[in-house]
C-alpha cells in the first residue's frame, strides 16, 4: 500500500536527522584522542569565546555561555563528527548592528528566531544549497570577515571605557575611525604594550612547540603583568560562576515583526558558515562523511538553546574544527568535552577570568583575523580567471562596505552571471561543407551544426547566426552534438525553422537527441517542419533528401 511505504520513507528521513548509536561507533578506538582534542580546544576556544562575545557588544559571559551551550547542543545533534560549534567573528560582525539598533536583550531574541529558521532549512533538505557558494565567493567572505574583525578591535585598545549605544558607527570602519579620533593618550601605551605581548607569545609559541596554546599563554602573561604592576587596563568583569537559567527571550509579534530580517540575515551565515566548516572538517582527515542537512537541525538546535540561556547565536567554526581534527579528535566525544571544559572553567575559575584585560583579548582577535588571511589563496584566485577574480573582490569589497549575507548573495550572483556568459560562449553554430563528391545544387543546402548548450543566454545570438545563412533553398539542422537545451532554447529553433519556412527554405532536422524530443514537441519545435519526413536521424539520408527536393525545384523551374 502507498501509505504505509510513504510512513516508513518519511520515518527514515526524520531518524536520519537525529542522534543514533552509530555517531559513536569507533569510540572505543577514538577515547583517548577524543579527549586530549577536546582538552586542546577547549583551551583554544576560552579566549575567542570571550573576545567575540564582548566583540558583539553582549557580553565576555554570553560568549561563554554560547560556547558551551551550542558547542554541547551542535557535537550531538549536528551532522559531523568533529565539528566545533560556538559564537564566531563573522557572527560578531552581524550581531553588532543589531545590538547598536535593537539592544542587548534583542541578541537572544534573534539566536532562538534564527535557529528555528535554520533548523526548518534542515528539515526541508537544504543543506545542499553550500555547493552553489563557489569558492573565490567563499574565500572573499572570509577575508572581508577578517578586516570587520580586526577594525572591530580597535575600540577596546584605544580607551578603557567602552562606548555607549549611538557613540560609534555599527560599521565596524567607521566605528574604528572614530575609536582612533577620540584615543585616550594616557591609555594607548598601556593597552598596545598589551596587545604587542599577546601578539608576541602567539605567534612564537608555534616555534617552540605546535601544542603550546599561544593565545591562552599571552593572556595569563598579561593578566599577571596587569594585576602586577597594577595596570590601568579595563578587564572583563564579573562572571557568573554558574550557567544562567534557561527562559524563553521576549517573542510577542511586534518583537518578532522587527527582528525577523536580522534573524534571516544571522540565519543565512549560520547555515553557510556552518555547512562551510563541516565541509572543510571532512577533507582534513578521515573522519567519516557528514550529512549537510543534519549540521543545519543541530546548529538549529544550538542556537535555540543558546539564546534559552542568554547567548549567541552559534555556527560551526572553522579554525576550532580544524585545531579539533589536528590534534585526534575523530568523534563527537571531543566536541561535548571541550564545552565540558568550558563549563569547568565558569564553575571553578570565573574569578581569574573576570580579571583578563580586554586589550589581551583584543589582541588575540586581531592575531585570529590575520591568520584568516591567506596571502597564496589570494594570489592563486587573483591569478586563475577575470571572472573569479573580480567574484573575490566584489565579495570581500561589499562584505566590509555593507553586509555579510548581502555579500554572499552579490557574490553567487555575480559568479553566476560570469558563468552563464561563459557556458554562452561555448554554443556553437558551424556551417559544415556537404562529405563526399560535390553535386550540382549542393551550394544551395547549407548544414549547420550545433555545438554545447542551448540556452536562454546563447538564444539570440543562435537566431542570428543560422537565418543569415544566405541564398539557399535548403537548410539542415544538425542536433547530434547539441547538449543542454532549455525551453528559450528550443523555443529560439522553432522560430529559427518558421522564419526560414516564410522566406521559402525547407529546414529538415537530423539527430534529434531521446532527451531533448519531448521538450522539442512540447514547445513546438518539431510542429513547425513542413513535413513530418523533414525529421531524420542521418545525416546521409538528409542529404539525400535535401538533394532531391533541389532537383524537384529545378525541374519546376525548368518546365
Known amino acids: 500500500m502507498p501509505e504505509p511505504a510513504f510512513g516508513r520513507r518519511l520515518a527514515h528521513q526524520v531518524a536520519a536527522l537525529l542522534p543514533a548509536p552509530s555517531d559513536y561507533g569507533g569510540l572505543r578506538r577514538t577515547w583517548r584522542s577524543d579527549l586530549l582534542a577536546g582538552l586542546t580546544v577547549g583551551i583554544v576556544a576560552l579566549p575567542l569565546a570571550l573576545g567575540f562575545g564582548v566583540s558583539s557588544g553582549v557580553s565576555a559571559e554570553a560568549g561563554l555561555v554560547t560556547a558551551i551551550v551550542a558547542g554541547m547542543l551542535a557535537a550531538v545533534f549536528g551532522g559531523s563528527h568533529v565539528q566545533v560549534s560556538g559564537p564566531t567573528g563573522a557572527m560578531v560582525v552581524v550581531l553588532v548592528p543589531i545590538v547598536a539598533r535593537d539592544g542587548i536583550g534583542a541578541v537572544a531574541a534573534v539566536s532562538v528566531l534564527a535557529g528555528m529558521i535554520v533548523l526548518v532549512a534542515g528539515v526541508l533538505r537544504m543543506g545542499r544549497a553550500i555547493s552553489f557558494i563557489p569558492w573565490p565567493v567563499i574565500e572573499g567572505f572570509t577575508l572581508g570577515i577578517a578586516v570587520i574583525i580586526f577594525m572591530q578591535q580597535l575600540p577596546l585598545v584605544t580607551s578603557p571605557r567602552q562606548p555607549h549605544a549611538g557613540e560609534h558607527s555599527s560599521h565596524a570602519i567607521v566605528a574604528a575611525i572614530q575609536a582612533i579620533a577620540t584615543a585616550d593618550p594616557a591609555y594607548l601605551p598601556w593597552s598596545l604594550g598589551a596587545v604587542v605581548i599577546v601578539m608576541a607569545v602567539m605567534l612564537l609559541a608555534p616555534r617552540l612547540s605546535a601544542a603550546l596554546p599561544g593565545s591562552l599563554i599571552g593572556i595569563v602573561l598579561v593578566t599577571i603583568l596587569a594585576i602586577a604592576v597594577s595596570a590601568p587596563l579595563a578587564v572583563i568583569g564579573t562572571l557568573p560562576r554558574t550557567l544562567p537559567a534557561p527562559s524563553l527571550p521576549t517573542l510577542d509579534q511586534a518583537a518578532v515583526t522587527r527582528l525577523i530580517m536580522p534573524a534571516l540575515a544571522v540565519a543565512a551565515l549560520a547555515a553557510i558558515e556552518s555547512l562551510l566548516s563541516a565541509r572543510v572538517a571532512a577533507s582534513l582527515a578521515e573522519t567519516g562523511a557528514y550529512d549537510p542537512d543534519r549540521e543545519l537541525v543541530g546548529q538549529g538546535i544550538a542556537s535555540i538553546g543558546s539564546g534559552l540561556f542568554g547567548g549567541m547565536p552559534a555556527t560551526g567554526a572553522i579554525a576550532r574544527t580544524a585545531v579539533n581534527v589536528r590534534s585526534g579528535g575523530r568523534s563527537r566525544l571531543a566536541s561535548v568535552f571541550h564545552a565540558i571544559v568550558l563549563l569547568a572553567v565558569v564553575l571553578a575559575a570565573s574569578g581569574p577570568v573576570g580579571r583578563i584585560p580586554l586589550a589581551a583579548l583584543a589582541g588575540v582577535l586581531m592575531i585570529t583575523a590575520v591568520r584568516m588571511v591567506r596571502v597564496q589563496t589570494m594570489r592563486s584566485i587573483l591569478r586563475s580567471t577575470r571572472s573569479d577574480a573580480i567574484g573575490f573582490i566584489i565579495t570581500a569589497v561589499v562584505t566590509v562596505s555593507v553586509d555579510l549575507v548581502v555579500a554572499v548573495v552579490i557574490g553567487v550572483l555575480c559568479a553566476g552571471f560570469f558563468a552563464i556568459r561563459n557556458l554562452s560562449r561555448s554554443t556553437g553554430v558551424h556551417r559544415e561543407a556537404i562529405a563526399g563528391d560535390v553535386v550540382r545544387g549542393d551550394e544551395q543546402i547549407a548544414i549547420i551544426r550545433f555545438d554545447g548548450p542551448l540556452f536562454f543566454a546563447a538564444a539570440d545570438r543562435v537566431f542570428a547566426a543560422v537565418t543569415k545563412v ?61 513535413h513530418d519526413n523533414h525529421l531524420f536521424t542521418r545525416l546521409d539520408a538528409a542529404v539525400g533528401h535535401a538533394r532531391s527536393h533541389i532537383a524537384r525545384n529545378d525541374t519546376t523551374r525548368s518546365a
Open 470 to 530: 544566405g541564398d539557399v533553398q535548403v537548410v539542415i539542422l544538425r542536433m547530434s552534438h547539441l547538449e543542454l537545451v532549455d525551453a528559450t532554447g528550443a523555443h529560439i529553433l522553432s522560430d529559427i525553422v518558421q522564419t526560414l519556412e516564410r522566406r521559402g527554405v525547407t529546414v529538415l532536422i537530423k539527430g534529434v537527441q531521446p532527451g531533448h524530443e519531448d521538450l522539442f514537441r512540447t514547445v513546438g519545435v518539431l510542429d513547425s517542419l513542413r
